[in-house]
């Protein structure tokens, strides 16, 4: 088992920023890959950025490319999303997952472990 807590959402203004935690634990051959998605009220989950704990591999969706940047600490085992020039369309809960891989996955059925995920507004 894997277990994910995120962390460091809340409430910012258009423009700021925020980053996200996610600390893990467990089986570490369960989480190859770690990736962070999102989920608007209404809409579908959406990738974000995945990044591989051996070697820091990272691919970003093209909606955060350039404004988010996904990292690891592996000493921490956590994973971080810093997320720069915040817009309101970027309102969602935000989950971090983890999976066996590939490098780059970025459907979220190659994720089989989920955190409770983090609430980020971005105020107008």
């Known amino acids: 088992q894997v277990q994910l807590v995120e962390s460091g959402g809340g409430l910012v203004q258009t423009g700021g920023s925020l980053r996200l935690s996610c600390a893990a634990s467990g089986r570490t051959f369960s989480r190859h890959v770690m990736g962070w998605f999102r989920q608007a009220p209404g809409k579908e989950r959406e990738f974000l950025a995945t990044?591989?704990?051996?070697?820091?591999?990272?691919n970003y969706a093209d909606s955060v490319k350039g404004r988010f940047t996904i990292s690891r600490d592996n000493a921490k085992n956590t994973v971080y999303l810093q997320m720069n020039s915040l817009k309101p369309e970027d309102t969602a809960v935000y989950y971090c997952?983890?999976?066996?891989?590939?490098?780059?996955?970025?459907?979220?059925?190659?994720?089989?472990?989920w955190g409770q995920g983090t609430q980020v507004t971005v105020s107008s």
């Open positions: 997952a983890a999976g066996g891989g590939p490098t780059g996955a970025n459907l979220d059925t190659q994720y089989d472990y």
């Open positions: 990044i591989n704990w051996s070697n820091g591999h990272t």
